[in-house]
């Protein structure tokens, strides 16, 4: 039951290696992208600056998304506003 379980676990560890290999030549390939040395900006540093980057990111787009809907309120509130006050003339 133990050299099945060996044989099993080293398959897990060969493959989490090689993802882990994959994932930090990402990271440089990232921190290059952006201008930056991948030797003096480590992996914990790319993924945390993205994770700022995309939350900052997001707050912008539902602060945008907020700002639409005000002012498309504001603009239909005039234009029933305006459509009201023209009906009250044709009345008189």
Do not use: H, M, W
């Not at 060969?14 to 992996?43: H, I, K």
Request: proline fraction near 2%; include cysteine; aromatic fraction near 8%.
């Amino acid at each position: 039951a133990l050299k099945e379980f060996l044989d099993t676990a080293e398959a897990d560890v060969r493959s989490l290696t090689a993802l882990y290999s994959e994932v930090g030549r990402s990271a440089d390939s990232l921190a290059q992208y952006f201008g930056e040395d991948p030797a003096r900006c480590p992996f914990e540093q790319v993924t945390s600056i993205l994770v700022i980057f995309v939350n900052v990111f997001n707050k912008a787009r539902e602060e945008n998304a907020k700002q639409a809907e005000a002012e498309k309120k504001k603009l239909e509130k005039e234009a029933s506003k305006e459509k009201a006050n023209s009906s009250s003339r044709k009345d008189c």
